[in-house]
Every structure is written in structure tokens, then in C-alpha cells.
């Protein structure tokens, strides 16, 4: 009986991966571009570890942790899958240390502090790939540098030598309309063009989207799709999380 629960369940993940994948293949098609080059991250905060497994045995291979102890612990039940970890959160300076061990990607550092911290506690020789958070709305509520501060960003970022600067991620206020989705994502990817040929820093990479926008992301470049509920279902509560 639990066999056939888990297989059912199975088949399920399976079901829910493929279809998440079929949206950015149909995504990519619509605008030319290639799937490959779009990478699937599963937004699994709150998620057990449990499901993030079920997830990755479907073939999941990426994913990104908001909350440092909750990824820790989701990351130490995990450790014999091959999974890159993400961490696409707020990054408070106190937690640095642990960041620069714990994950192949960290996504959002929005301050030159806190680039500095991750490049001298980075230990493991692989560096540690960042992609800076854009806020190209100019919000003043929101993380996240303007379009004016992001160069400068980019070009001390590219200095250290522990760290891989790959491009941005961005996280804009929720539209409904596809045309105002589009516009901080074409924001970005002119930021990253225009950077690219000035400095030759070869940004290959744009974080964009999430369940209600990845089509619109992927109009506009995005190279990584974070999905969270359309990929695991709802979040559970808080608490139930591994
Ligand atoms: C939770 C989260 C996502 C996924 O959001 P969904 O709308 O559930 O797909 C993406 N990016 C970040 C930074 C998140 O915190």
C-alpha cells in the first residue's frame, strides 16, 4: 500500500515538472529562442524535504531556499541528491558566512557589504556565483539596486576573485497584464546588454520569473525561471517545513 501511494505520488511530481517544462518550451518557442537555455529553479521554500526529493527524483535539478536554517536543514536531509541550491532570499550581513558555504548560487546581493563578506568567507574553491538584484522600478520599499547604481556594482563584484558575477534578478511588483509584466524584465536585459558591451564581462544570465510571469520573462531574455506554486502547489504553513 505506501508503494503504491508513493508511486502514485510519483507520478505525480513527474506530471507537475513536465508541465512547468512544456510552459517554458512553449514560452521559448513563441520567441525564438532555445529552451535549453532557460533553467528551471523550484522555489521550494516551505516545501519538506521530502517533497523537494519526490521533486528531484521527477528530474528537478535546481532549487532556491529563501531562509538560511530552513535550507540548511532541507540541505542536510538531502545530501545524497545532486541538487545546485539557490539561494534567492534576503541576504542579512550576519548570515554571510553560512551563505558562502552552503550554496552554489546566491541570488539578489544588492550591496557592495555584502559581496565583499561572501568573497572572503567563500572557502571552497569552486567560486561562488552571485547575480545582483536589480530594482529597476526604482521602488523605494524594495531590495534591490537601481538601473544607475548596477554597473558600478557589477564592475567591483568582478574583481573577486571567490565570487563569479553571472547577471541579475529581479523580482517586480505583481502585474496581471502581459505588457506591463514585460517592461522591468526588458529593462533589465537592455542593462545587461549594454553592460556586457562596455565592459566585456560576458553576463550570461537573467533570473526572471516566477508562476504568473515566466512567459513574460522569458519574452525578454530570462535565462532562470524561479517557480514555486505552480511547480510544488500551495506553500504549506509555516512550521511544517523540514
Ligand atoms: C517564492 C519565490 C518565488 C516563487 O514564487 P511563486 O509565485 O510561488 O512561483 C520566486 N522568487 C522568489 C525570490 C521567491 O521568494
Redesign the pocket.
Known amino acids: 500500500m505506501m508503494l503504491l501511494i508513493k508511486s502514485i505520488k510519483q507520478t505525480d511530481m513527474t506530471d507537475k515538472l513536465q508541465k512547468i517544462m512544456q510552459r517554458i518550451a512553449d514560452a521559448a518557442k513563441l520567441h525564438d529562442r532555445d529552451a535549453s537555455t532557460i533553467r528551471l ?1 523550484g ?1 521550494s ?1 516551505m516545501q519538506t524535504a521530502e517533497t523537494v526529493r519526490q521533486f528531484y527524483q521527477a528530474g528537478l535539478k535546481s532549487v ?1 531556499e ?1 531562509y538560511l536554517q530552513e535550507a540548511i536543514n532541507k540541505q542536510d536531509e538531502l545530501k545524497d541528491c545532486d541538487l545546485q541550491w539557490h539561494f ?2 534576503g541576504i542579512q550581513s550576519n548570515k554571510t558566512n553560512e551563505l558562502a558555504q552552503h550554496f552554489d548560487w546566491i ?2 546581493v544588492d550591496r557592495l557589504k555584502i559581496a565583499n563578506r561572501l568573497n572572503h568567507q567563500r572557502i571552497i574553491k569552486t567560486p561562488l556565483k552571485v547575480l545582483i538584484q536589480l530594482n529597476v522600478e526604482d521602488e523605494d520599499s524594495k531590495q534591490g539596486v537601481s538601473s544607475a547604481q548596477a554597473q558600478e556594482l557589477c564592475l567591483q563584484i568582478t574583481d573577486m576573485e571567490n565570487l563569479q558575477l553571472r547577471g541579475f ?1 529581479l ?1 517586480p511588483k505583481p502585474e496581471s497584464d502581459f505588457d506591463k509584466q514585460r517592461q522591468p524584465y526588458s529593462k533589465a536585459r537592455t542593462l545587461l546588454e549594454n553592460i556586457n558591451q562596455k565592459h566585456n564581462l560576458g553576463l550570461d544570465t537573467l ?1 526572471m520569473g ?3 510571469d ?1 512567459e513574460a520573462a522569458i519574452a525578454e531574455g530570462s535565462t532562470m525561471v ?7 502547489g500551495p ?1 504549506p504553513s509555516m512550521g511544517s517545513a523540514g
Open positions: 529553479v522555489a521554500k532556491g529563501n534567492i532570499g541570488q539578489g534578478m523580482i533570473s516566477m508562476s504568473s515566466l524561479r517557480i514555486g506554486t505552480d511547480l510544488f506553500r
